[in-house]
């Protein structure tokens, strides 16, 4: 039901949600839906908590266990291309931009996840530059803010798009974060130097 709903906010928006429909589209009855939701906005802050758990599941656990900064960052973009991939993938900044400058119990959450997210990536960058795998910049908490910002605009606008939305995603979040471009190995099959299709380690891609 929740990935129904999900489905139907990314593109009809919380405005139009209708819960009759949710449970047609998800094999419910309308009782049914009603016994676990009281209202649309009880629904939506559900859908909310389960887009959020999902990423982490899939994106933020990953990036959560690298050791160095870097590749934290890295493989939470990687990741995010790829969860990008979902149709529910664009529900939180669908209901992000109708809620701008509203005092709603959804919006407030989303808010909170966004400040979570730009926190963690915040503390990265700051490693990052401590250990001087990442250059002096802006402060770290305003190029997370342009590195969520940038994933996130990536991520949808270039979904399912592989596998150039891994491509670009890795070069527009190193630009945010003030790293050289991923190093591109070129070999040549006949050895006269006539370039053949660009092959990356997976070393060079997370970093």
Known sequence: MLEAAARRLSTHGYANLVLERVANEAGYSRG???????????????VV?????TWEAEV?????GEVDPVDA?????????????????RVLLTLRVEFAGQD???????????DRLDGTCAD????????????????PRHTAAAYTAIMEAVG??????????LELMGRAV??????????IVTDSPSGAGSAATPVHTDREVRR
């Open 174 to 183: 190193r630009g945010v974060l003030g790293l050289p471009p991923t190093p």
């Open 156 to 165: 949808i606008e270039l979904a399912g798009q592989a596998p150039h939305d």
């Open 124 to 139: 990265l960058i700051a490693a990052g530059r401590a250990s001087g795998a990442i250059p002096p910049g802006p402060p």
């Open 49 to 53: 908590r389960w887009v959020e758990e």
């Open 60 to 64: 933020g656990h990953a990036a959560a």
């Open 73 to 89: 960052l890295m493989t939470m973009a990687e990741r995010h291309a790829l969860f990008c991939r979902r149709e529910v993938a």
């Open 32 to 46: 049914a839906v009603y016994h676990l939701f009281a209202n649309k906005e009880e629904l939506a802050l559900a």
């Open 104 to 114: 709603h119990p959804v919006g407030q959450a989303i808010a909170a996840i966004l």
